[in-house]
């Protein structure tokens, strides 16, 4: 039998890619047991309830169900970055898919860096525990060798799912940002941006996602609204909704494990306008690109598009390999 551990996992583009993940097993038909998070109850009903179960996001008791369960299982797929606490006779995958753990911004807080640290070093030291990380890109195969993970032992296996688009041939000459309110997504300095392109009376629509629990963030936005800049805070909405009524993306983030955002908002016909990292061009070839800790770099490219230069489309170089990661499981 399979285990899927995916504890920890309960929102954003992680659970995007888990439901898929979770739809594929399903379909191939695979003996599977799964481990979802305590905060998903209420999804997944379509699997039989003696093969799912729902977790906290405890450390001790998903030790304790290692401890308790571990022998029944012939391959664990770890869904939530974190191998095991405990070495299994299973042959064991890990999807590590959380860059911020071992590289974050320098524009993250001291309680941050802190978390962040002791989580990687956690990471690192049950790395023992699984026979390969899977990761989406070579950039985090870098990453994790840098934290003494032998390369042989990372396999680069890249999915993604998206779903039908709304689009149509009205959309708007407007920016969209797709993202939760975490530091490293960078929307001090894009709101900043928007700032200096109205100081040269400029007023392009932005139009963002960020959740009323990033209140600070959610009250700045509303104070640039206020100073008469066309940024428009939508909450928790449909994501394609919006990829489907605006023709750019504007994508800031400082890390990235994958950038799933970028792989959807091509997939739905907007063109990209991203940081000048590697992770962007991982997985498109962008339209425009920009230096993320400068504001004034992100308000230069927004503003060559306002002016209409001929610039290319955006496309997508990265390849959907969920096949191959249901395949090492069978």
Known sequence: MILLDAVYINNSGGKVLLDYLVAEISSAGLDCFYLFDARCIGDYG???EDRRTFMKGSLIERHRFYKQHGKRFDKVLCFGNLPPTVRLKAKVFTYFHNVSL???PANYGFKEKTLKKIKGKLITFLSGNTDYFIVQTNEVKALLQQQGVNAGKVIVAPFYHVAGCNGNGSRRESFVFIS?????KNHKNLLQAWRMLAEKSM?????????????????TIEEYRKDGLKVVNHGFVNAYD???????LVYPSLCESFGL??????????????????????????TLVFDPMEPRSIADSIEK????DQLK????VVENKIKEIVDYLK
């Open 203 to 219: 007023f392009p629509e932005l139009h963002l996602t960020v959740t009323d629990n990033y209140g600070e963030l959610v009250n």
């Open 46 to 48: 379509f699997i039989a």
């Open 305 to 308: 598009i306002l002016k209409g």
């Open 102 to 104: 071992f590289s974050y």
């Open 180 to 184: 939760n309110g975490n530091t490293h």
């Open 261 to 286: 955002g970028l792989i959807e908002a091509v997939k739905c016909g907007c063109d990209v306008v991203a940081s000048d990292l590697p992770y962007v061009f991982e997985v498109v070839n962008p």
């Open 242 to 248: 919006l990829y489907g009524q605006h023709k750019y």
């Open 313 to 316: 489309s955006t496309t997508l």
